[in-house]
């Protein structure tokens, strides 16, 4: 696990770095048992045709260790942002998914429940988009974008393969479309919520 930097736009974001390794695994793993996975769509507010429960396989892949310390960081910032009281944590994953987008697919600006507590995305597999823009400034397509409560700020983050993002689960964010030459090439990304469970 690599911190790469905290940003703010109007809610914390946590970029980390995940192996090649770790990437390869969960690839291998999830096109081993894709047939077997049920749909996540219902719960999901993605335009796109793919989105598989992975949470029978998440614990089992050799990235689960990497990704459960990132969780750990990025509650520790929360924490220094007096937005949670000091303390040790028990986090849960509570929902985890792949999604395999095409191209012309998208992920409409949305947040997740607000009582969910926080999301995650961890890019898998990024194509090679076509840019055909006449302006470079326009150029957009298939990026990761976030946006602050009050609408005045975005982020945006162009996908890259072991980038894995941590924020609050009521953070605004979408994922615009993008096209490609190839109609088998796909954007792949796991997301999962997790929560702060209380001990008993």
């Known amino acids: 696990m690599i911190l790469q930097q905290m940003y703010t736009c109007g809610k914390l974001i946590g970029q980390y770095k995940i192996s090649k390794n770790n990437i390869a695994d969960i690839n291998k793993k999830y096109e081993k048992a894709k047939h077997t996975l049920k749909s996540y769509g219902p ?25 459960t310390k990132c969780m750990d960081n990025y509650i520790d910032a929360i924490i220094k942002t007096k937005l949670l009281p000091p303390g040790a944590k028990n986090l849960e994953i509570i929902g985890c998914w792949v999604n395999d987008m095409v191209r012309g697919e998208y992920n409409p600006l949305h947040t997740h429940n607000d009582a969910i507590g926080f999301s995650t995305v961890l890019f898998l597999k990024v194509p090679k988009f076509i840019n055909d823009v006449k302006d470079p400034h326009k150029f957009k397509d298939g990026i990761l974008t976030f946006v602050s409560p009050n609408g005045e700020h975005i982020l945006d983050f162009a996908p890259k393969v072991g980038d894995f993002f941590i924020f609050q689960a009521n953070h605004m ?12 090439e796909v954007r792949r990304s796991m997301s999962f919520n997790f929560v702060i469970k209380e001990n008993k």
């Open 43 to 67: 719960k999901l507010a993605g335009r796109l045709d793919s989105e598989l429960d992975l949470m029978p396989i998440i614990a089992n892949t050799t990235a689960f260790k990497s990704i």
């Open 173 to 184: 964010h979408t994922v615009n479309p993008f096209k490609t030459k190839n109609v088998d």
